[in-house]
């Protein structure tokens, strides 16, 4: 069962537009959220994290939304730019039960087209 | 300036055969994490250790194991090489804190014929 969902495999959006990247998941327990990075031939990097506490994380041109109620998070990148294409992984665990490994989601593709 | 470093970056080995897939961080983390990507599966976790002589199984952790001697390794084994186990494989290091981010070496594409 997957608790981490990205139904977006792929997202094509034009240099200076918003790009959207989704992200549902299943687990009650998931109170801390994070948005990695991924290039052809590197591993993933960390962008930005959320936690239950907040609704909205801003760091530069990346803002992460977390709707609870609705068990939602979106990665907003406004502007987007040709150096932004790349995979995308959103994870997940719950923050107050120790040291629980990320759970991750399938990815999304987002090509940003110039 | 502290790193994670994974080799061989390629390998390709025969059904059956044992491999050693190596991992070694200079962030002297106390967790470390082996991951797996696949197309359509995503990050999937093998097994992890949060510090000397622990070791973890995670969500896919079948014909794979790990030991974990020092700080700064975490070999993974695959017993008996399968096509299936033909994979990008992913190490992961963090700081003992809560969900404290993961960095991520540069991974090993292992291909099993």
């Known amino acids: 069962d997957q608790q981490v969902k990205q139904n977006s495999p792929s997202l094509s959006v034009q240099e200076g537009r918003i790009s959207i990247l989704n992200c549902d998941y299943t687990?009650?327990?998931?109170?801390?959220f994070l948005w990695y990075k991924k290039y052809p031939a590197e591993g993933p990097t960390f962008l930005i994290s959320i936690s239950s506490i907040k609704d909205k994380n801003e760091d530069g041109r990346f803002t992460v939304f977390l709707n609870k109620s609705a068990k939602h998070l979106s990665l907003h990148i406004v502007p987007s730019q040709p150096g932004d294409s790349a995979v995308y992984f959103c994870a997940a665990s719950p923050l107050n039960s120790g040291n629980t490994p990320l759970v991750f989601g399938k990815g999304t593709r987002l090509s940003v087209i110039a | 300036d502290a790193e994670i470093t994974q080799s061989p970056r390629h390998k390709i080995t025969e059904t059956g055969r044992q491999v050693t897939l190596a991992c070694h961080q200079t962030?002297?983390?106390?967790?470390m994490f082996w991951y797996r990507q696949d197309l359509g599966h995503g990050l999937r976790l093998i097994h992890y250790?949060?510090?000397?002589?622990?070791?973890n199984k995670g969500e896919v952790s079948d014909g794979y194991s790990v030991s974990r001697s020092n700080t700064e390794d975490l070999p993974l084994t695959l017993e008996s090489a399968a096509s299936s186990q033909t994979s990008v494989y992913f190490c992961?290091?963090?700081?003992?804190?809560?969900?404290?981010?993961?960095?991520f070496g540069n991974g090993t594409r292992l291909t099993v014929t």
């Open positions: 687990n009650s327990m998931f109170d801390y």
């Open positions: 250790s949060y510090g000397v002589h622990d070791t």
């Open positions: 962030w002297n983390h106390n967790n």
């Open positions: 992961a290091s963090s700081v003992g804190q809560i969900n404290s981010p993961l960095h």
